[in-house]
C-alpha cells in the first residue's frame, strides 16, 4: 500500500474513532429518498455531523471542530462547494459499528454504496448466525464493498479465516478502514473478480451483488445480464465449485418480476437442479427501487423484488 493511501486509511480509522467519541448515529436510506430530503428548502446546508456525514450537505466553518476539519483535509476528503465545505466521505451506522463509504451522490463508476439493502443483509447473515452454531474454518464475502458483510462474519466466527474480495480496489480501501476500526485485524482483503484469486473451499460464502441494470454499469449497482441478474448467477456459479461438503451461500439480491415470476427464480431451477444440493429463494421484500419502473430497460417488470438465497452443499 502507498504511503498516500496508508495515510487516508489512518484519516478514515481517526475520523471514525472521533465520530464514535461523539455518538454519531445514521440510517442510511435509499438514493431516492436521500435526494427528497436534501431537496428540502430547510435542508441546503449541514448544522451537525449526521447532516454533514449522513446526508452530505455542505458546511460553513464553523459546523466542525478543527481537529475534524484537518482530518478531512489531511486525507483529501474535504471539498469545496458553493463557498461552502462538503465531506468526500458517508459514514453509516449498522449495529454498533461504523461504516465509511462514498458521499451522496454515488454517481462515480467506483463509487462503493452502503444503504437499505445492506441492513438486509445484515439481517440475514445475523439469522444465520443465530442458528448456525457449528465451527467455521474458511468463508469470503464475495463483492465486498465496504466490508460490512464480511466483518460481521469475521466477528461472528473469530477463529475462521474470513476474506473480504472485491474487484473494486476503492472498495478494498474502505474495508481495509472499516475493518480496522471494527477492530478486526485477522480479516484477510484481496484483490479478485469473485473468487479467481482465493484458492481453496469455502464453508460459508457470502455475498449482497448489484442487481440493477444502471446505463453507466457503475461497479456497485449494476447487475448484468437479463434484468439485472447476471452477476448473482455468476456468483452462484462461482460458489456452486468452491463450497465444501456442508458449505453454505448465503446470496442477498434482487429479482426483477415478469407476469408473476423472476428470471433469477427461473434460471436458478436449471442451475441448482441437483440432489446434492439444497436450497431456498426467498422474498425478503416485494417492492423496492420502484423508480426503476420507470425507465426503458424495466417497462416490462411489475415490481423488483429484494431476495435471498440460501443453498447448502450436502456431505
Not at 231 to 250: M, Y
Request: proline share 4%.
Amino acid at each position: 500500500m502507498s504511503a498516500f493511501l496508508d495515510s487516508r486509511l489512518q484519516v478514515l480509522v481517526t475520523l471514525g474513532q472521533e465520530l464514535h467519541k461523539q455518538n454519531y448515529h445514521f440510517i442510511t436510506t435509499t438514493p431516492a429518498t436521500h435526494a427528497r430530503v436534501n431537496a428540502r428548502a430547510e435542508n441546503y446546508a449541514a448544522a451537525d455531523l449526521a447532516r454533514v456525514f449522513g446526508w452530505n450537505r455542505a458546511f460553513s466553518d464553523g459546523v466542525l471542530d478543527e481537529r475534524m476539519l484537518a482530518l478531512l483535509e489531511a486525507g483529501g476528503l474535504l471539498q469545496r462547494y458553493d463557498n461552502r465545505w462538503r465531506s468526500a466521505v458517508r459514514w453509516s451506522s449498522l449495529d454498533s459499528l461504523l461504516f465509511a463509504h462514498s458521499a451522496y451522490p454515488t454517481l462515480e463508476a467506483d463509487s462503493v454504496f452502503f444503504g437499505p439493502d445492506t441492513y438486509r443483509f445484515a439481517q440475514l447473515l445475523h439469522r444465520h448466525f443465530e442458528a448456525n452454531g457449528k465451527p467455521m474454518r474458511r468463508a469470503v464475502d464475495i463483492g465486498c464493498g465496504a466490508g460490512p458483510g464480511a466483518i460481521l462474519v469475521a466477528r461472528a466466527y473469530p477463529g475462521a479465516e474470513v476474506t473480504a474480495v472485491d474487484i473494486n480496489p476503492r472498495a478494498l480501501d474502505f474495508t481495509r478502514a472499516n475493518a480496522r476500526l471494527a477492530g478486526v485485524e485477522h480479516l484477510q482483503i484481496r484483490h479478485s473478480n469473485l473468487l479467481d484469486e482465493v484458492n481453496g473451499e469455502f464453508d460459508l460464502i457470502v455475498a449482497n451483488p448489484p442487481y440493477l441494470l444502471d446505463p453507466t454499469e457503475r461497479a456497485y449497482r449494476h447487475g448484468g445480464g437479463e434484468l439485472g441478474c447476471g452477476l448473482s448467477l455468476r456468483i452462484v456459479e462461482c460458489a456452486l465449485k468452491r463450497l465444501g461438503p456442508g458449505g453454505q451461500l448465503l446470496l442477498y439480491t434482487g429479482a426483477a418480476v415478469v407476469d408473476g415470476e423472476s428470471a433469477l427464480h427461473r434460471q436458478l431451477r436449471v442451475l441448482l437442479d441437483d440432489p446434492g444440493l439444497r436450497w431456498e429463494l426467498r422474498e425478503i421484500d416485494p417492492d423496492v427501487f420502484g423508480e426503476e419502473l420507470e425507465t426503458s430497460a424495466y417497462r416490462n417488470v411489475e415490481r423488483i423484488a429484494a431476495v435471498s438465497l440460501t443453498l447448502k452443499r450436502l456431505a
